[in-house]
């Protein structure tokens, strides 16, 4: 799991070529390389910035773009697996709006849990984690172990996506579009790449079953490190 944080990959002049050339190694021992990691807290370090607690890596200009060509470079194509930085937690007053909405957590019962997400700062790494999917990159460097739970739910495959890259996968070589069953349409030229990838990401994390809500995800989750840590949890319900 080689990991990608040097100078050489931070400075604009010097990337490029870099990561051409580290491309060329990596493929030369494929088989040994089970994804591509990125060090955020290195490359922002080599600028003298650090995240807090209102930031992601994303609003780091510097390192997004830094981001953007590693994942132009290893993830095309399914390429190679390329994961998310570690989420740097800072303790302190928050300036920003929580980032959470209210409403899915109170379709569920799940009030006292997002307060105490939102109290744990874990809306902001749920925030990351989203941003980071949304940019080509799945999985996710952790340090602090509470912090699993979290990131698998966010990686594991809703229902309607699941189902949409089936349909897109079973109507392979077909040209045009078919409607979804979700409200969408998939193109299936256009997001082929999106189904293969969606599908092997399910392999990994798998999927939330029809009808299930990713808050119902967390809870489970945040139960187990309950159990795990010794953690007062009595405040979670989940919803069978």
């Not at 957590?105 to 939102?118: K, T």
């Not at 392979?172 to 969606?198: D, F, K, T």
């Not at 599908?199 to 945040?222: I, M, N």
Request: hydrophobic share 45%; proline share 3%; glycine share 8%.
């Amino acid at each position: 799991m080689p990991i990608l944080e040097t100078p050489e990959i931070a400075y604009v002049e010097s990337r490029r070529a870099a990561l051409a050339d580290l491309a060329a190694v990596f493929d030369d021992h494929r088989e040994s390389v089970l994804c591509v990691r990125i060090g955020g807290t290195d490359l922002s370090g080599l600028f003298g910035l650090r995240r807090d607690r209102d930031t992601t890596v994303w609003d780091i200009a510097v390192v997004r773009d830094a981001l953007s060509d590693i994942v132009n470079q290893f993830a095309r194509g399914g390429r190679y697996v390329v994961t998310g930085a570690v989420w740097e937690h800072i303790p302190g007053a928050r300036l920003f709006k929580p980032q959470l909405r209210e409403s899915p957590f109170l379709e569920q019962h799940a009030g006292s849990l997002r307060r105490r997400m939102i109290d744990d700062d874990v809306d902001a790494l749920l925030r990351e984690i989203s941003l980071d999917r949304s940019n080509g990159l799945h999985g996710k460097t952790v340090i602090h172990p509470t912090h699993v739970s979290v990131v698998n739910s966010l990686l594991a495959v809703g229902w309607d996506e699941y189902d949409d890259a089936c349909a897109i996968r079973d109507a392979r070589g077909a040209g045009g579009a078919i409607a979804s069953a979700h409200g969408r349409m998939n193109e299936l030229g256009p997001h082929a790449l999106w189904a293969e990838q969606v599908l092997a990401r399910a392999t990994a994390f798998g999927v939330v079953r029809e009808g299930a809500s990713l808050v119902e995800l967390l809870a489970l989750g945040q139960r187990a490190v309950a159990a795990e840590y010794g953690l007062a949890m009595s405040s979670v319900k989940v919803v069978s």
